[in-house]
Each structure stands twice: as structure tokens, then as C-alpha cells.
């Protein structure tokens, strides 16, 4: 069975840090694109981060350029999102998703804008922003 499993949220001050990882199981990471998804209170599910199947490529939605940081370890089967200098606005329901993309020529920012290409979701891991 192909899953992701995510972990690392947690509630955290302005300006903290935090680290999501995102573990799959079933299948071979190396083959699929990740991304970063984020859900905050009574809003749309967005794409803030992704990366490629290959490791060349990243994308970072204008919210979190600067401060989030997306990365890979296939041979962990982990991909992580390095989190600084939270804001409140950064709070929500964070989710991991792969896409099988061997053969994908879509950009990273073209594959975070269509949610529908993932077909591997975790639960979500809650991030709280607040003093």
C-alpha cells in the first residue's frame, strides 16, 4: 500500500522553526515529485512547496520564499520541509503528497498549482502559530 505519513507539527511562537517530515512507504520516492500542501482555517487547501522526482527542481509559493525550505532523502524515503521564522498567517493543516513523475516535463510551480496530479495524501500534521 503506497502511503506518506507526516509528523513534526506542533504549536510554536512567532519567529520559531519548526520541521515537517513527510515518510512514505509502498513505493519508490525517487520516482515521485513531493509537495507541500497547506490548509489554514476556513481557506482553500494551497501548494506552497514542491520538489521533483529527481532533486533538481523546487518551487515556493510567494508566502513562504525566503523562509521554508523543501528537501529530499530517497534513500531515507523522507522529504522534509524546514520551516523559520513562522508567522500566525502559517498556521493550518500541513499535508505531504507524491505524484509518480518520471516522465512529468511540468514545471514545480505548474505541479504545486494542480493538486489533482497527486494521488498519494497524508493525514495532515496541525502547525500553530501563536504567542
Known amino acids: 500500500q503506497k502511503q506518506v505519513v507526516e509528523s513534526g507539527g506542533g504549536l510554536v511562537e512567532p519567529g520559531g522553526s519548526l520541521t515537517l517530515s513527510c515518510v512514505a512507504s509502498?513505493?519508490?520516492?525517487?520516482?515521485?515529485?513531493i509537495g507541500w500542501f497547506r490548509q489554514a482555517p476556513g481557506k482553500e487547501r494551497e501548494g506552497i512547496s514542491c520538489?521533483?522526482?529527481?532533486?533538481?527542481?523546487?518551487y515556493y509559493a510567494d508566502s513562504v520564499k525566503g523562509r521554508f525550505t523543501i528537501s529530499r532523502d530517497n534513500a531515507k524515503k523522507t522529504a522534509y520541509l524546514q520551516m523559520n521564522n513562522l508567522k500566525p498567517e502559517d498556521t493550518g493543516v500541513y499535508y505531504c503528497?507524491?505524484?509518480?513523475?518520471?516522465?512529468?516535463?511540468?514545471?514545480?510551480?505548474?505541479?504545486?498549482?494542480?493538486?489533482?496530479?497527486?494521488?498519494?495524501w497524508g493525514q495532515g500534521t496541525q502547525v500553530t502559530v501563536s504567542s
Open positions: 509502498g513505493f519508490t520516492l525517487g520516482y515521485y515529485a
Open positions: 503528497a507524491a505524484e509518480f513523475a518520471v516522465d512529468r516535463v511540468r514545471s514545480m510551480e505548474d505541479t504545486c498549482d494542480r493538486q489533482f496530479v497527486f494521488d498519494i
Open positions: 520538489i521533483s522526482h529527481s532533486d533538481d527542481s523546487t
